[in-house]
């Protein structure tokens, strides 16, 4: 990998644009390269999941970098995380959607064969479906293991990369802490949470 994972998810989020994630099994191979991501700290972020601190849910994302934090999302779709930062402070990165780049066919199959390409991948759960991880993932070491892997895609021009505030999360929505590529048909559409109030910027 080209990106040091060992900084804040904000400084690492950007860098992972364009990276691409790998799962094989006996399915087959899936490839999806990241095109929107998002970054949560730990307690001083109010939306991390360890805003609270360390719990036996969470503890993958206090370390070390470069492992795969897995979690449902309102007990419905798994959720792919990477973890960065120093080991023993919370940080990570959501991958909010992607591109198939490699076995479309198998992906298709887990999304349902009327989906369209764009959509494959695009939102965090969908991601995760296509890509065929669930809670087992939770903890992969994404740089050693042989069925999960992230490596260097194609370079990302600094131009086409934007910056926003966070989807559907009620605290600390505004953190200008979302990452994506500019007209890309796969980054998700951005939905402010119902619940959401002004909070203080990072």
């Given amino acids: 990998m080209n990106v040091d994972l060992a900084h804040p998810a904000e400084q690492v989020a950007p860098g992972l644009l364009g990276a691409v994630l790998t799962h094989e099994n006996p399915e087959g191979i899936v490839s999806i390269a990241i095109t929107e ?3 949560y700290s730990g307690t001083a972020d109010p939306a991390s999941h360890a805003y609270r601190g360390q719990t036996p849910r969470n503890a993958v994302m206090f370390g070390p970098a470069g492992h795969l934090y897995v979690y449902r999302s309102h007990g ?3 959720c792919a995380n990477v973890v960065t930062g120093t080991d ?3 940080s990570a990165v959501l991958i909010r959607a992607g591109r ?3 076995g479309e066919d198998l992906a298709r199959k887990r999304r349902g064969a009327k989906v369209e390409s764009p959509r494959l991948a695009r939102g965090p759960g969908n991601f995760c479906q296509a890509l065929g991880i669930t809670a087992e993932h939770n903890g ?9 892997v992230l490596s260097e895609g194609e ?3 600094a131009a086409l990369i934007r910056v926003g505030p966070r989807v559907g999360v009620s ?4 953190w200008q802490h979302r990452f994506y590529l500019a007209g890309d048909p796969t980054v998700s559409a951005y ?3 119902p619940r959401a109030k002004p909070s203080a910027g990072a």
Avoid at 140 to 148: C, E, I, P, Q, R
Avoid at 171 to 174: Q, W, Y
């Fill in 37 to 39: 991501t998002e970054a």
């Fill in 76 to 78: 419905l779709h798994w």
């Fill in 88 to 90: 023993g402070i919370a």
């Fill in 100 to 102: 198939v780049v490699e």
């Fill in 140 to 148: 992969t070491d994404l740089l050693t293991d042989a069925s999960v």
């Fill in 155 to 157: 370079p990302v021009p």
């Fill in 171 to 174: 605290k600390a929505h505004d």
């Fill in 191 to 193: 939905r402010l949470s």
